[in-house]
């Protein structure tokens, strides 16, 4: 028989159907508005060949395409990688896109950028497995070539997590609860819980459950040398290259393979 959806990790089905309605916010205006900010941070030149690891429904691979960069989407996911490909025809580029485990990475030497955005790590129960990710990252890049990590700030989840709200989307209505888990092991963790419900019926079509491991910027880094990568430059809080703070809404990290070939840091 089949595993349950219980007996599945949570990335295995918080990624269906329904995601575009949870996270409807996410969309091409904002890959759009963002793209260009990112490519700064890169230092992308024109044409470059980019690999959007856990792409989802494409928006960013569709971004970067557009502006003439060459981008491969990678992820998990049937549901949003079909929905990539119909969104996807006819644009600059020629994104492609591949269903994969980010902790195998197929590639070699073969990318000037990848992009880890919108809190695409951290997902495993194990912290080996977010290593294997960015061994798998320094593995795909070509020597000098750079990853954009984007992650939640932890300081400011922990500061300003909201418990519970709802929103309502056209028919549907979205309850989220939220809490921070620094009791399970290889944590901490930030949980969250989604009930959709649909307005017309009352039905609940979806109760979806997502936790991510939250790492400090220290870690990020001592992670990064370890998987053979070199952090670089300042640590930013946005995609605008505004400095890390305590406030900052995110926590943006560039990091490059050396060209010299690997180095990896030694210790933990």
């Known amino acids: 028989m089949p595993p349950s959806v219980a007996d599945r990790p949570w990335y295995v089905h918080a990624f269906g159907p329904l995601y575009l309605t949870v996270y409807g916010h996410r969309d091409d205006a904002e890959a759009r508005r963002n793209a260009p900010r990112i490519s700064k941070l890169l230092s992308l030149r024109p044409r470059s060949r980019v690999l959007d690891l856990a792409c989802g429904d494409g928006r960013y691979a569709r971004a970067f395409s557009s502006m003439g960069h060459r981008v491969t989407g990678l992820d998990l996911s049937e549901d949003l990688l079909e929905e990539a490909k119909q969104r996807s025809p006819g644009l600059p580029g020629a994104p492609t896109y591949l269903r994969a485990d980010m902790r195998e990475i197929p590639f070699f030497a073969q990318f000037d950028a990848v992009l880890s955005l919108f809190t695409s790590f951290g997902y495993f129960d194990e912290r080996v497995d977010d290593e294997k990710v960015l061994e798998g990252v320094e593995r795909a890049l070509v020597p000098g070539g750079r990853l954009l990590l984007d992650l939640p700030n932890p300081e400011q989840v922990r500061s300003s997590l909201v418990a519970a709200d709802e929103q309502v989307r056209g028919h549907w209505h ?17 949980r969250k819980r989604i009930v959709v419900t649909d307005r017309r019926t009352g039905h609940v079509e979806g109760d979806i459950s997502e936790r991510v491991r939250l790492y400090t910027p220290d870690e990020i880094d001592r992670a990064l040398g370890l998987a053979g990568l070199e952090p670089e430059g300042a640590r930013f809080g946005d995609f605008d290259g505004s400095p890390l703070t305590s406030t900052s809404p995110r926590f943006i990290r560039v990091a490059r393979r050396p060209l010299g070939g690997r180095t990896r840091a030694v210790g933990a």
């Open 174 to 190: 979205l309850r989220y609860e939220r809490r921070w888990d620094a009791t399970t092991a290889a944590g901490p963790y930030v």
